[in-house]
């Protein structure tokens, strides 16, 4: 089988972050062309980048003029456009709504400069101008796995905030792939992505069975991952493959629900020309969680057993 290279550039946060190079060989086990070396952070010429040569053809033919103006549009006046997006909040929800945010950095927020809380805080935020009758409970912890989402679910403070949550909102799995590249960081190939997908939809599965033993009345949304190396590596195809398939196991757990909603996030960094993201080059920074915050609003609004009108 013919080899395929591709070269990552891998954001590890432990406590700081750590990045380094890595290539990755999917099409054998063997340990030869592993090397790693420490990028300059300031570098902006990707001609600098050892990147395999990919054929861009495809992409560029879906990607007409009319995506770019929109998406140069959607990324101006950010503060604006969210009022415009919640503006309706004082009638949107129904009386008195609660809704509890469990998972990961992302929920906690890590990487927005404001300290806002990520995507969850513009939510509030917005919610609270508006004076919505909509209280929201944070239950982030960065560096969460399903596994640790699962123990942090016998929590007091956590059970008895979802046993009155009208909503509970999601983002989990992120630091699972990165346990897979972790463990396997001097022999990285497909194979273990491959092996863990299945004990990870195991463990999402009992994460959402847990939430609905505590509350089964309360409706879930399951935020999907994105690339964070989208803004290195657009072009290589088979980390997009990764986290398409880790996707469809997190949608694919969601459809066996009646109250379960998946909010794709894949798509929702690319093709941007503004920055987004932090400082770190992994988290979104606040004009990302904006980015997140709204499509998730998008999704709140089309459940009919949430709104009012």
Same mark, same amino acid.
């Not at 380094?20 to 086990?29: H, Q, V, Y």
């Not at 009319?66 to 009022?83: R, S, V, Y």
């Not at 757990?253 to 992994?282: C, G, H, L, W």
């Given at each position: 089988?013919?080899? %395929?290279?591709?070269?990552?550039?891998?954001?590890?946060?432990?406590?700081?972050?750590?990045?380094?190079?890595?290539?990755?060989?999917? $099409?054998? #086990? #063997?340990?030869?062309? %592993?090397?790693?070396?420490?990028?300059?952070?300031?570098? &902006?010429? &990707?001609?600098?980048?050892?990147?395999?040569?990919?054929d861009q053809e495809s992409d560029n033919e879906n990607l007409s003029q009319e995506l770019e103006e929109e998406i140069e549009e959607e990324t101006e006046n950010f503060g604006d456009a969210?009022?415009?997006?919640?503006?309706?909040?004082?009638?949107?929800?129904?009386?008195?709504?609660?809704?509890?945010?469990?998972?990961?950095?992302? &929920?906690?927020?890590?990487?927005?400069?404001?300290?806002?809380?990520?995507?969850?805080?513009?939510?509030?935020?917005?919610?609270?101008?508006?004076?919505?009758?909509?209280?929201?409970?944070?239950? $982030?912890?960065?560096?969460?796995?399903?596994?640790?989402?699962?123990?942090?679910?016998?929590?007091?403070?956590?059970?008895?905030?979802?046993?009155?949550?009208?909503?509970?909102? %999601?983002?989990?799995?992120? *630091?699972?792939?990165?346990?897979?590249?972790?463990? *396997?960081?001097?022999?990285?190939?497909?194979?273990?992505?491959?092996?863990?997908?299945?004990?990870?939809?195991?463990?999402?599965?009992?994460?959402?069975?847990?939430?609905?033993?505590?509350?089964?009345?309360?409706? %879930?949304?399951?935020?999907?991952?994105?690339?964070?190396?989208?803004?290195?590596?657009?072009?290589?195809?088979?980390?997009?493959?990764?986290?398409?398939? =880790?996707?469809?196991?997190?949608?694919?757990?969601?459809? *066996?629900?009646?109250?379960? &909603?998946?909010?794709?996030?894949?798509?929702?960094?690319? #093709?941007?020309?503004?920055?987004?993201?932090?400082?770190?080059?992994?988290?979104?920074?606040?004009?990302?969680?904006?980015?997140?915050?709204?499509?998730? =609003?998008?999704?709140?609004?089309?459940?009919? #057993?949430?709104?009012?009108?």
């Amino acid at each position: 089988m013919k080899k %395929i290279l591709i070269s990552l550039l891998v954001l590890l946060i432990i406590g700081s972050t750590a990045s380094a190079l890595i290539i990755i060989d999917f $099409g054998t #086990n #063997n340990q030869d062309n %592993i090397s790693t070396s420490s990028p300059d952070t300031n570098q &902006t010429e &990707t001609n600098e980048l050892n990147i395999d040569d990919h054929d861009q053809e495809s992409d560029n033919e879906n990607l007409s003029q009319e995506l770019e103006e929109e998406i140069e549009e959607e990324t101006e006046n950010f503060g604006d456009a969210m009022k415009d997006v919640f503006i309706d909040a004082l009638t949107f929800f129904k009386k008195d709504t609660h809704i509890v945010a469990i998972g990961d950095s992302l &929920t906690q927020g890590v990487g927005d400069e404001t300290d806002n809380g990520g995507y969850v805080g513009v939510l509030e935020e917005h919610f609270d101008n508006e004076e919505a009758k909509v209280t929201i409970d944070n239950f $982030g912890k960065r560096g969460n796995r399903t596994d640790q989402l699962l123990k942090r679910l016998e929590n007091e403070e956590i059970v008895t905030s979802i046993e009155d949550a009208d909503i509970v909102l %999601i983002t989990i799995g992120a *630091n699972d792939i990165m346990k897979v590249l972790k463990d *396997n960081f001097i022999d990285l190939t497909e194979e273990p992505f491959i092996e863990e997908r299945g004990p990870y939809k195991d463990r999402l599965g009992q994460i959402i069975n847990r939430v609905f033993e505590i509350q089964p009345d309360t409706e %879930i949304y399951l935020l999907g991952f994105f690339n964070p190396f989208e803004q290195y590596f657009s072009e290589i195809e088979e980390l997009e493959v990764i986290l398409t398939r =880790w996707n469809n196991e997190s949608r694919m757990i969601a459809n *066996n629900y009646d109250k379960v &909603t998946f909010i794709p996030m894949q798509d929702i960094f690319q #093709n941007r020309s503004e920055n987004m993201f932090a400082e770190d080059n992994f988290h979104p920074n606040r004009k990302g969680y904006e980015l997140m915050a709204k499509r998730v =609003w998008t999704y709140l609004q089309n459940n009919e #057993n949430l709104t009012t009108n």
